[in-house]
């Protein structure tokens, strides 16, 4: 109860920092899928926890995603100020998420931003160079879409500010308290990024699509794995979003940049080998990315949990997300 008044007081007078370091985060799954749903395709709110202002680590769901999450009583300690013409929705859209992080363009990735940014308010997408660079000649070219963004095709609308981030440097979410480092990640010849997003010494680690470093012959997430590991050591990596796209029963030859649980659980191990044995005990592993199945059967998270968990020997705490799912991390 008092926790509430204070976060209310706090917020009347929007003191600049709400959280503290050491509380974890606070993750809405907006889009759970890989695909084929449109309206549930890639995107979680992260926040720290108890602070209101947060980003999103990619944007295929948004409008769709708050709604579902609204329905399921992910945002019952959000109160919309008196004053605002908004909706619950509406409100967390143009206010609480205060930016957007972009692993690549594809459009599972982006549809979410696309769609609402008639209504959406100013703020920054931060994503690499590359990345920017196709949102604005693919998507905000006024061909596709008009161009919300503050670059390419004139007239600029600026309501999107587009930040190129620099790999592995660190950079301040503007209006969050949080910081994110972009690590790129190969994806089937195309550049994708996993996000380090840290508050204090909290740290949670994001990915866009990636196919395993053995198959896209890089070494894209062993430099991550290295990058993170004294956080991992240390229980300040609080979670993990890593994509499986397909059951153990794909072919190497067609992963198409993405990974099965196989090649997860290898990269994993390969985790714990830098961290240190018995590093990964209960760590939460959010597997996002799953393609939604329009065939008979057993649903394809289902295998995909299955085969997981039957090489789980790192006591990883493996997580099947649902849209409008909240965790705190
Ligand atoms: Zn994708
Ligand atoms: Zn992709």
């Known amino acids: 109860m008092k926790r509430t008044i204070l976060f209310a007081l706090a917020a009347c007078f929007a003191l600049p920092t709400l959280s503290r370091a050491g ?90 931003l696309i769609a609402a940014s008639p209504d959406d308010a100013k703020k920054p997408i931060y994503a690499l160079p590359s990345v920017n660079s196709d949102i604005e000649q693919t998507y905000f070219n006024w061909e596709a879409w008009p161009n919300f963004g503050n670059r390419g095709k004139e007239p600029l609308l600026k309501k999107y500010e587009y930040r190129d981030l620099p790999a592995s440097g660190k950079v301040e979410l503007t209006g969050t308290g949080m910081s994110v480092t972009a690590f790129p990640l190969s994806h089937g010849g195309v ?81 714990e080998e830098k961290a240190g044995k018995g590093s990964l005990k209960d760590l939460p592993v959010v597997i996002s990315h799953i393609k939604y199945s329009l065939k008979k059967g057993p649903l394809p998270q289902e295998d995909i949990l299955k085969e997981l968990q ?19 991390f």
Not at 77 to 82: F, G, M, N
């Open 23 to 112: 509380e974890g985060f606070d993750v809405v799954t907006l889009g759970a899928r890989g695909g084929i749903e449109d309206g549930n395709l890639s995107a979680y709110l992260i926040s720290p926890h108890g602070d209101p202002r947060g980003v999103t680590c990619d944007a295929g769901a948004l409008v769709a995603g708050l709604r579902v999450a609204e329905a399921k009583g992910a945002f019952d300690t959000v109160t919309v100020p008196a004053d605002s013409p908004y909706t619950r929705v509406g409100y967390m859209l143009t206010d609480r998420i205060r930016g957007y992080l972009i692993s690549h363009a594809h459009l599972d990735h982006i549809a979410g």
């Open 310 to 328: 039957a090489g789980n020997d790192l006591g990883v705490n493996f997580i099947i997300p649902e849209q409008g799912m909240k965790w705190r």
């Open 191 to 271: 550049e994708s990024t996993a996000f380090l997003v840290e508050n204090g010494k909290d740290a949670l680690l994001c990915f866009g699509d990636t196919g395993p470093d053995e198959v896209e012959k890089a070494t894209r997430i062993a430099d991550i794995w290295t990058a993170v590991a004294d956080k991992v050591r240390a229980r300040q990596l609080k979670a993990i979003i890593i994509e499986v796209s397909y059951t153990n029963a794909q072919p190497d030859k067609f992963l198409f940049g993405h990974l099965t649980p196989a090649w997860l659980l290898k990269s994993l191990h390969g985790l």
